[in-house]
């Protein structure tokens, strides 16, 4: 195919400090070149996630819990500023660095959004990821490694519905199940599960034949059980949480939480594990991939070591899982959790309806820059 025209300069969302959401700008960049081994991509759709609100505001403390931070898994602070966000990008090849075939050029791909620190396949200790330690999609253009491009072409799969099943979520999701032997015929309880990460959750135990137990609003009951949901147990009240749980399993504790929410809530999904310990096949298994309710839980030791509970901290996962992902994609056993498009210009606004989502929230909210909107946005775009 004959190679496209690539602008000197691009609009772009920059990220200028830490702060609220007046520390992102629209102006104008350089574009992008891309380097040995990677590809310029012209970026259609990029899906928001929490982690964005979270760099942007230094919410990741890892020993003092008001410090206003980012996360550093391999030593140094990444994240530095003026940095483009966005980490789940949806977009077409226009341009193919040295080593790079130029048979690429017109390739549809979804970003696998890690910066991985080596070559290993089963394995990420140092995670990070494109968006914090290296620009990312909240533009017009982006230039990522070639090999983590992954060419999606499935007609039936819109760019922004493609955005919306990006890895942040959902190879999140993958490895907490990993990391937690999710297995087939086991009671899985998803916590924040309206989520992207909660959404991904739900298709992912299906594949896998684990059954999954949502916890929400029972506004979006139906959804979630549409979706996958075994059952949809109540989180407005918590005191007789082990009540709920037995009266959807017929009585029996669940095998393993994925919980993104923490808090106080943790002490009640330890309790809906351990209280019956002779029927279990396994250990008690918690995978945590999020703080959403409190950064702090106090628990007693001897209630984790005594009941053998494993405990898992999830971030980011592995070049194998996220090949398998795009596998599922490509052969269409998970499908799209989109709630809505908003403009790349229209950030601002995107940011706060995160942050004030109410009881119609489901799925994920995706950015299309302006110049793409009449094709990859204007479809998808917020109904009032």
Request: proline share 4%; net charge negative; aromatic share 8%.
């Amino acid at each position: 195919m004959s190679k496209p025209t690539i602008p000197e300069t691009m609009k772009a969302m920059v990220l200028t400090g830490h702060g609220d959401v007046d520390k992102l700008v629209y102006q104008d960049m350089d574009t992008p070149k891309p380097e040995r081994g990677q590809v310029l991509v012209k970026v259609t759709a990029t899906a928001k996630n929490n982690t964005d609100r979270k760099a942007r505001e230094g919410l990741y403390p890892t020993r003092d819990k008001g410090d206003v931070t980012s996360f550093a898994m391999g030593g140094e602070p990444t994240l530095t500023f003026p940095r483009i966000q966005g980490a789940d990008v949806v977009g077409r090849v226009v341009a193919v660095g040295e080593g790079v075939d130029e048979s690429r050029l017109g390739e549809r791909s979804l970003l696998d959004f890690n910066i991985y620190a080596d070559d290993r396949r089963d394995i990420n200790l140092t995670p990070d990821y494109y968006g914090h330690g290296a620009d990312g999609g909240y533009a017009e253009y982006i230039a990522v490694p070639s090999d983590q491009f992954h060419h999606i072409p499935n007609p039936d799969l819109a760019d922004a519905e493609l955005a919306s099943m990006g890895m942040c979520s959902y190879q999140t999701a993958y490895h907490m199940m990993t990391s937690a032997r999710v297995k087939a015929g086991e009671r899985v309880l998803v916590t924040g599960a309206s989520g992207g990460v909660g959404t991904a959750l739900i298709q992912l135990c299906r594949i896998v034949g684990a059954v999954p137990y949502a916890l929400s609003q029972q506004s979006k009951a139906d959804e979630l059980k549409a979706l996958g949901a075994e059952a949809v147990l109540d989180r407005s009240d918590m005191s007789q949480f082990e009540e709920q749980v037995k009266a959807v399993t017929g009585g029996a504790p669940l095998d393993a939480v994925m919980d993104l929410a923490g808090g106080e809530m943790t002490n009640h999904f330890i309790d809906a594990m351990i209280f019956d310990m002779n029927s279990r096949q396994d250990y008690p298994r918690l995978s945590i991939a999020g703080a959403s309710a409190d950064n702090v839980t106090e628990i007693m030791w001897t209630r984790i070591y005594l009941y053998q509970v494993q405990i898992f901290g999830v971030s980011h996962g592995t070049r194998e899982e996220a090949a398998q992902l795009m596998d599922w994609i490509r052969g269409g056993q998970l499908q799209p959790v989109l709630h809505a498009a908003f403009k790349l210009s229209d950030l601002h606004d995107a940011e706060r309806y995160f942050v004030n989502r109410g009881s119609g929230y489901l799925g994920k909210i995706v950015i299309v820059p302006d110049s793409e909107w009449a094709e990859h946005g204007q479809p998808f775009a917020l109904a009032h």
